[in-house]
């Protein structure tokens, strides 16, 4: 993990496409990542949302910065500590996409600590999360038996919240003395 970014590359062995459909569709968005009000249109604001906690109301709110179809998703990323951004490009490598997310920009020390965090979320986001939503979309395309059992990436995403929370009460919040 560098300085500032997390940075996660996968080959998934689907077309870039659904993969797009992943990023894009409010719907599969949240399967795999959080319950949101995204549409696909630069200059759209919206929010993901999840549990709060210690200086973070549960809400991440987002711009639609670029969009190119089916290749690169930018947005700003601002709740809590956070304003950041997160870069998707996607890149057709035979009958595979190779994935490469960049979520930049974390500055200050609980910026750092939720990076922390985020990191490690993301291994189950993108190593397990997006994967098993892609199958179930060839699946569903291909005439497969998908298992439609309700993803739990909301639940992982409140267990790394949970762990945010507590480090974030070893840091209290930052108050000016008076001279």
């Known amino acids: ?34 319950p949101n ?4 249109r630069v200059g759209h604001h919206f929010t993901f949302r999840t549990d709060p906690g210690p200086g973070f109301d549960g809400i991440v709110r987002c711009e639609v910065l670029e969009l190119v179809e089916p290749e690169r998703l930018v947005l700003s990323w601002r709740g809590g500590p956070l304003d950041t951004r997160v870069r998707f490009e996607l890149r057709a490598e035979g009958d595979s ?10 500055r200050g020390l609980k910026a750092r600590l939720v990076q922390r965090i985020l990191a490690i979320g993301s291994r189950t986001l993108y190593g397990k999360k997006l994967p098993a939503l892609l199958d179930d979309l060839h699946d ?25 929370t507590g480090l974030l009460r070893l840091f209290p919040p930052y108050r000016r003395r008076r001279r």
């Open 97 to 106: 996409t190779r994935l490469t997310m960049e979520h930049t920009g974390f």
């Open 37 to 40: 009000d995204f549409e696909a």
């Open 1 to 34: 993990m560098s300085a500032g970014i997390v940075r996660i590359e996968r080959v998934y062995p689907h077309s870039p496409e659904h993969v797009w459909r992943a990023l894009t569709e409010p719907e599969l968005l949240a399967r795999w990542l959080m």
């Open 140 to 164: 569903d395309l291909h005439g497969g038996a998908a298992d439609g059992a309700p993803d739990d990436a909301v639940a992982c995403m409140e267990r790394e919240q949970g762990v945010l």
